[in-house]
């Protein structure tokens, strides 16, 4: 099992940005709705699936009032989780889980969230990819706060304001940086490309 993940510190997303999220992953072949069920699943806390309406989903993840694990489709068997977990520092946190994924799959994940992320980059407080799982256990609320300047093992991909980036020590060096907008700075190890949005 991998540890492979993607987390997107935002800032709340709302019924509507939910929606427009889901058309995002719907332009890269990525569905909410289950494409046998014809409906939304959201994971209870047993991991048992749970049908509903993709407007109910949207409205729950709106309302941010407790952790939610939504799943995303790429057919009947192939499935992307996210758990949206919400912050004490107002952030909302969504991390996408890529195990099982190809690394297709895993790029069409990361296509639709750059290109969100994009869109409206003074909604991101960071989105970190990590296709390995090094950083799977590393305390990124910290890094995203301020408080630290250690990074410790890198990712392929994060994206960070920029003013925390030039506190970093560790990493920072051995990659590749750019601007992207709203005071944000986009790392990548030398050996990953950012995906065409």
Same mark, same amino acid.
């Given at each position: 099992?991998?540890?492979? +993940?993607?987390?997107? +510190?935002?800032?709340? /997303? ?9 058309? =995002? $992953?719907? #332009? ?55 758990? $949206?977990?919400? #912050?004490?520092?107002?952030? #909302?946190?969504?991390? +996408? ?26 909604? /991101? ?6 296709? =390995?799982?090094?950083?799977? #256990? $590393? ?35 051995? =990659? ?22």
């Amino acid at each position: 099992m991998s540890d492979a +993940y993607i987390s997107w +510190y935002r800032s709340r /997303t709302s019924q509507s940005e939910f929606l427009s999220l889901a058309r =995002t $992953f719907g #332009e890269v072949g990525i569905s909410l709705t289950h494409p046998s069920v014809g409906s939304a699943i959201l994971l209870d806390v047993d991991g048992g699936q749970v049908a509903m309406p993709t407007d109910r989903v949207a409205e729950l993840v709106g309302f941010a009032i407790g952790a939610l694990n939504v799943e995303w489709w790429f057919s009947s068997d192939v499935d992307l989780t996210c758990h $949206f977990t919400y #912050e004490p520092f107002g952030w #909302e946190k969504q991390t +996408y889980y890529l195990d099982g994924l190809t690394s297709p799959e895993v790029r069409r994940v990361e296509t639709a969230l750059f290109k969100r992320v994009l869109a409206n980059p003074s909604d /991101t407080a960071a989105l970190i990819v990590d296709e =390995t799982g090094n950083t799977a #256990e $590393f305390d990124w609320d910290e890094v995203i706060r301020g408080d630290s300047s250690s990074l410790d093992a890198a990712p392929q991909a994060l994206i960070l304001d920029a003013s925390i980036v030039d506190r970093l020590h560790g990493h920072s060096e051995k =990659t590749t940086q750019s601007d992207i907008g709203s005071d944000l700075r986009l790392m990548t190890s030398k050996n990953w490309t950012a995906p065409d949005t």
